[in-house]
């Protein structure tokens, strides 16, 4: 190791760190400044990457999951040599800049992923590891190592208090990851103070009882981090993690150590100070050590020659195994590897969209053998179980399985839904998760980080309503759907019948640029005789007719999931009453779609003239946009233990209510 | 300890569960009948409690955190005496029954709070036990303890997984909280199969680097458990973790011991063979052993001499202490103590809201001595600090200062929302909690039970908005109001300047029946002059006119928040372009209220024959109600790090836009 230059580095690492912040007079210089020895040393020796191909296969992943520290990164990133230059990092934290506040996916060469909400970033790299585990099982043969990196991570103080990083590294000590290293920048200091005025547990004997190795060094000790590193990755059966003692902000003359240093530039003064301390040139804003610099002109060529070598074998892995090769690249592209032979229902039949969803699985698993993922232990709810394997193989991820494509994710909703956008960023899996609708609340900001970043990820969630009956208002989403339907980017499908379910799983797979969730029934739903033959293709503009009349309709009746067959059986009772009635009834799978297709398209649907009314189990919010609050029958509060359509009926949820509401206004 | 009797209240456990699961053909037999034994234990022996008085100060609470095991606490409940009849239990499920699917407070006496969710339970018995320890450290005097009970939970694999309750945990043990004492129901199995699938960390060496005492033992071992329990109950500056070995489903020939018993009836055969092999009478459906009544009818005679005891010693502490008495009366009224001398702010000053609000905290704090919170880590941002105790004690809560009344939280969201539940449900408490309005989405399910409850936690939400500016898109919410608003039972508040922020934290404070949260601006905001010079009482309603035209208006401009005085900006610019326009702007603080109250006063407020328009910073969803999607500014997208100013411009959400909007629809 060249420690000189290492050094000068972490002294660049200060310099970007503490001009960048001062100049957007907004930022966190604490963390940067507290570990820059550990990104010199990661970007100077370490990590293999190549900072022309950013996305190379065998790159080794590196997680900020300190995402606040977003100037270690870019300052490494620039250094290093990929597409960011000190114009970008003196644009830090302005609009359109490739240098944000917080490292955002898709916006920066060498960003792993969107980093900031706390402990979101480590629980990711499990999924990397997660990822990465199943991508060598089942592209590395004896001959060929296609796949041998690390997955790294920084985590800070914060991110070690956050349940869900818990949640994951508890999963990744169970999953054996060997192949994960999280750092922690161990600084005692968050935002109110020491750590020692909440956080006195001793996180390195909590990762052990994970059944991580843990290792204690110092931060400012290349010989230490480089040895630690080492026995980090000769450990195979077990992720690592490396307790590094640190000082926040360190350089800092009076505010290194201190509270005051996390968040908020260092200000005129004490940056002058810290540089004066530090040997920075006061006369050169945004200076970086000429020995930075010449070091990684020079490292880079190191990392080609590694790049080219595993390029060499690549070659020869694709040679000796074209049918593997042709794999890797159906993989990578994310479409489906084999014809996809969804499940045909009968109308009439009865099924729980639930149950439709485990059949359309097993239709998926066959076409797409890079699907992967789990229930957060709600497997035969959910019903998201895969078929077994053919071959007999195994079907479970496990340590000694990573061939497995079935997660058991245990009772951890929220480090499930991170680790899904670990493998989606990871790149050749297609990941889908299962829990119950309510439970959406408990995995939400991983949720909206997958929209942020807009992954594939696809999310089941059953148990949409009331209907789920005894288990009560705990379990029994009211707001759940609305909530989620606010959220951009994230599709939104609710199928109404077995049907539409198998629809709405094909369009989810097709989606490659963002998140989808099917919100699934756990209770029977009549498969639905359609009006609109075309329908499969008509709810990709998020609703269709399903049953019309044979004049110009009065009413519409909307609505989505069971309400559909609600709807329907509430327009038969209006028609035995009245029976001149003209009745129209819409299934809305995909509100988002619907409201954001032409107002033509809407305006078709909806059938000009009629009074619109919507059956929604559940708040009404966002549907007043096609109806009025009095046409809407919704429910307004939280729900009640009961057989299910005992509990319908409490609430005045039924077809009946609906019926008459329709007759009022119609008399 | 009478050990057969004991026994027989186990065995009764189990029969009442069995059938009232048979009976209603859903519930989870798994829990109550692998730990009867515990509840033997704990209502046969060790909790202090009074069936007719279950409200009783000093009772020991007890949390049944895996709220699954709903039958454990029914059947228990009843024997002991409290108001829940055989016939209630029969009811087990049903639409009105005391005995819902899982407990919920306020249906059921005894029941201390709503679980089910996993891993809240535990995390709300944190929150007990802080509440206890300060309310000990205020009232208790040299000579009278009033306060000495502890606060039991039963936690199985499932919360053990959970990362709220890693977070609470951690924070227990840093809390040194030694009157808390958890029996985990360690039978290792979920849902999915035997925990080794997905959980094979070591629970106790985890608790002990949070600072627990961890104990283990059998749970089919009496003297086991109450030996375990004496020695927790005798540690004093640590919380304990009375990890006991069990059998899920015990007695069931050939289901104990698996999943299938967790969460499904074991139909009639397995229903039989269970009882004929324990010995319950195959006859006697619903059969409780004599012995347990007989015993608990015992029992609560000796139980009743501590109440009597307990009375009066508090009639004692009365008489010596009757301040702090009339104190407590006022403390357990949730009502305010002093006066309560909000701050003023002088119009046309510009404050954010957030600051406002920390000078209302001050007022607060001093009316209220019983308030206390915090923050997840964000005390400065979130301006969530209280004054300084003017005695000079200290005002932070720790292991060596009960008194406090600032509780750093640190980066545990979720468990801070969840703690704060418990302390409002422990009562003579006003509990609130601080972070960011986007990291809602990491307490959300602890909110949701806030709200399920009808609990007075107040929820202090600041950074409302993409005016948060540079920390860019994971730090600006968007859909996160929108997300609130969904929620039964939920006050949102948004105010629009310092002096709504006032009038806002009145409203919270004297409301008794369900949380609130309040939504602050990170930004200054100019504080308005209201037209209407009874603004304050208006809000009460959900809105009112904060500008007036001289004529009828034609154009009525909605907004929350920050949006009003960009509403006004607006108007002011459609003025200076068309100057006839007659234009009217509504502030809306309390969205929810303005939609429930009744529809003359809305029509009212919004000027029939106007056109409205809405402006909001986040997206629309739920605004329609009042205006057509296309006179709603809305943010449909996430946002973007720079300056907030910037960040407007660049989505286009500023003054001028509204304005143009306005304009084109006018003319």
Redesign the interface.
Known sequence: MNIAALQAIALSVRSLTIDAIQK?N??HPGMPMGAAELGAYLYGVELKYNPKDPKWLNRDRFVLSA?HGSMFLYSLIHMAGFDLSLDDIKAF?????KC???P?YGRTPGVET??????QGIATAVGMAIAERKMMAHFNTPGHQILDHFVFALAG???M???????AC??A??LGLGNLIVYYDSNHI????P?D??????????F????WQVLRGSMYNFEDIASLTAEAKAEKDRPSLIILDSIIGKGAPTKQGTSSVH?SPLGDEEARKTKEGLGIPLDKPFWVAPEAYSYFKEHQGELEKEYDAWQLRFEAWQKANPSLAQELTIWLSGKEMHKLDMPSFAVGDKVATRNASGKCLAAISTAWPNFIGG?A?????NVSQLPQNTDGTPL?F?KTNPMGRYI?????E??MAAIANGIALYGGLRPFVATFL??S??L??AL??S??MRLPVIFVLTHDSIYV???????QP??AL??L?????LKVLRPADAEETSASWKIAMERLDGPTVLVLSRQNLPVLEKHESDWSSKIRLGAYVVKDSDRAPEVTLVGSGSEVSLAISAAEIVKSKRHETAIRVVSVPDRGAF?ASCPTVREIILSPGSKVFVAEAG?A??W??IAP?DQILSI???G????GD??AE?LGFTAQTLARMILAKLD
Not at 93 to 97: H, I, K, T
Not at 197 to 206: A, K, L, Y
Not at 408 to 412: D, H, N, Q
Not at 469 to 475: K, L, Q, R
């Open positions: 957007a907004s930022g995402g934290r302005q609009v359109g800049s944000p506040g917080h955002e969107t980093t900031g909400p706390l402990g103080d914060g991110c208090m956050e349940g869900v990083a818990s949640e508890s999963l000590g169970h968050s935002i109110d103070g750590t005025i909440t956080f006195s547990e001793d996180v390195g004997r909590r052990e009882a994970y059944g968040g229930s232990d709600l497997t035969n709810p479970v496990s058991y994710f245990g009772v951890r929220h480090a309510v439970f609340d408990y939400r900001p909206r980080l929209a942020l009956g005894e288990d009560g208002p705990t379990h009211i707001e609305a909530a339907r606010a959220i951009p980017n409201y708040v919010q966002g007043e946009r609050s307004e509060r939280f009640e233990s009961g057989p005992k509990v409490y």
